[in-house]
């Protein structure tokens, strides 16, 4: 499949798809050392990360449009797109075209009334990739979101799609309109007297706030958020990690020190790889503010062993971005514009945005690292990247860390 890679690149690049696959479509496939096959047949559903709440499985919804809407001569023809998704489904086909008509179909008529538009509305919100318009879905996440609340249930949807909205905003740069779909969130959370929905809406919405520009006001809240009490344990190792780069950079420097210790003792963060790497992130921005950038280096290298294999093709862009700001605060040009030039492809590919207050320091370190090396450095550098497939800018990454580590050895 990768005929142009060494053996082990190809193989890592092989883990990689099939941990994609397996996140998307989970029961799908059977993998062992020597082969890869599919399971048996089994219902293929797409569900949503939302803490535990709905929506429900494609599935469930597929028939409650189909059952909804069945006989009604105007949609006709969706109900037969529907009867066709759950004819599929049952057969673990998913056919998230049919999904995306029938979804955005009823949930974007705004002659519909919103207790008709509901679930089609959430199953639409809940999986993002069945629209191309990002910003219909967050004008649907604020139409849902800002209506009065009448029912416990109708509130529940609401702060869901007050969560999806807010995603969409913060992927499109839109930070203060992310800002405000979490408080909406936490008002509805509280309304419902919901003490884990509201520590998770609080926590977003401070993250935000930090994302728009690190100050000590947005700091103590965290602090205050991580001393919180019957705050989830997971939370808390969230709000720990997130005040590791704030304290330092607050010139908090015992503080941020102390808050990596814990977290390396932490077992939530410990069992969670995804969580562990980005500790060893955090250590490693930390080490910049901290003015110890060669200590970054094996946080970056401890970062990348908890991700082998497991992270998706283009979820890699905060390691690049972190590695570019390392080397960039080492003194290293060629290989600050080789990962500043992979995070430039990827968000490119995303159709996503860096938030301010990263943004600031990241143009900082690179444009500084840019002034040490020549133009026609500089462009030979980032036409080697560009040379690399995109889907396989992790692996590549990964084998150019552990080369300039060894280069600083």
């Known amino acids: 499949m990768w005929p142009n890679q060494p053996k082990h690149l190809a193989l890592q690049s092989l883990r990689q798809r099939l941990t994609a696959i397996n996140s998307k479509l989970p029961g799908l496939l059977e993998v062992d050392r020597r082969t890869i096959r599919l399971a048996s047949p089994m219902p293929v559903t797409l569900a949503a990360d939302s803490d535990k709440l709905r929506p429900e499985s494609v599935l469930r919804q597929a028939r409650k449009l189909l059952e909804g809407y069945v006989d009604q001569d105007e949609f006709s023809d969706l109900s037969r797109e529907a009867q066709r998704i759950v004819d599929n489904s049952a057969n673990g086909v998913m056919?998230?075209?049919?999904?995306?008509?029938?979804?955005?179909?009823?949930?974007?008529?705004?002659?519909?009334?919103?207790?008709?538009?509901?679930?089609?509305?959430i199953t639409l919100l809940a999986s993002p990739s069945l629209s191309d318009d990002r910003n219909q879905l967050i004008a649907l996440s604020r139409e849902i979101g800002f209506l009065p609340s009448t029912t416990p249930e109708f509130s529940e949807r609401q702060w869901f799609a007050c969560q999806a909205g807010a995603m969409l905003a913060h992927r499109s740069g839109m930070w203060s309109s992310a800002y405000h779909f979490q408080s909406r969130a936490s008002e509805i959370a509280r309304t419902l007297g919901d003490r884990q929905r509201l520590h998770w809406s609080e926590f977003r919405r401070i993250r935000i706030d930090i994302d728009m520009g690190l100050n000590s006001r947005n700091t103590v809240a965290l602090f205050k958020l991580a001393k919180s009490p019957h705050l989830a344990p997971r939370l808390r190792a969230m709000c720990e990690l997130n005040l590791i780069f704030a304290s330092a950079s607050n010139g908090q420097n015992e503080a941020a020190q102390d808050l990596i210790f814990s977290c390396r003792r932490s077992p939530h963060i410990e069992v969670e790889w995804k969580a562990a790497s980005w500790l060893a992130l955090n250590e490693a921005m930390s080490s910049i503010v901290l003015r110890s950038p060669q200590n970054g280096v094996s946080s970056l290298l401890r970062a990348t062993r908890q991700v082998e294999g497991k992270i998706g093709s283009l979820d890699g862009v905060w390691h690049w971005m972190t590695a570019a700001q390392v080397f960039g605060a080492l003194g290293h040009s060629i290989i600050t514009a080789e990962f500043s030039s992979m995070v430039g492809r990827a968000l490119k590919a995303l159709n996503s945005e860096v938030s301010p207050q990263n943004a600031r320091l990241y143009n900082a370190i690179v444009a500084h690292s840019a002034r040490r090396c020549t133009p026609s450095e500089w462009v030979k550098s980032t036409e080697k990247v560009d040379k690399v497939p995109l889907l396989e800018l992790h692996a590549y990454y990964e084998e150019r860390l552990k080369e300039a580590a060894r280069m600083l050895a």
């Open 95 to 121: 056919t998230s075209s049919g999904l995306a008509q029938v979804s955005s179909r009823l949930a974007l008529d705004l002659n519909v009334a919103m207790e008709d538009r509901l679930d089609a509305a």
